[in-house]
């Protein structure tokens, strides 16, 4: 039982919840598959915006994400601002490979969202 009973309460039972042990393949497939990601990058310098280039870009945002998902699929509590805090490169990231689309003004969001934020919340 938890020390906190309101927040038992909110959450609901147990019952359906990620079994610890398909918790850790998850976290284990992000981890192999990060692994290959970062091998699989071209080794030689590409000029911008070439296919080496795009290629190249392609992996880090594959990257970026494979390392939000492990963290989140951890289970460990996850501050908000945290969160924020690592979606901010994903969408950079992203904006580069889609430039016609807002997902910098996204990150520029984000970025903003982090100067307002409650620093003490957290998303579990």
Do not use: N
């Not at 880090?60 to 805090?85: F, H, P």
Request: hydrophobic residues 40%.
């Amino acid at each position: 039982m938890s020390d906190h009973p309101e927040l038992e309460k909110q959450r609901g039972s147990r019952k359906g919840r990620l079994a610890p042990e398909r918790r850790e393949e998850l976290i284990a497939a992000f981890q192999e598959v990060r692994e290959r990601v970062q091998a699989a990058g071209p080794e030689e310098p590409s000029p911008v915006l070439s296919q080496g280039w795009v290629d190249r870009r392609r992996l880090v945002l594959v990257d970026l994400i494979l390392t939000l998902c492990e963290e989140v699929m951890r289970g460990e509590t996850l501050g908000a601002r945290e969160l924020a805090e690592r979606l901010h490169p994903v969408l950079t990231a992203a904006q580069e490979l889609a430039p016609g689309y807002s997902l910098g003004k996204a990150a520029a969001l984000v970025l903003a969202a982090l100067e307002e934020g409650e620093p003490g919340l957290e998303v579990d």
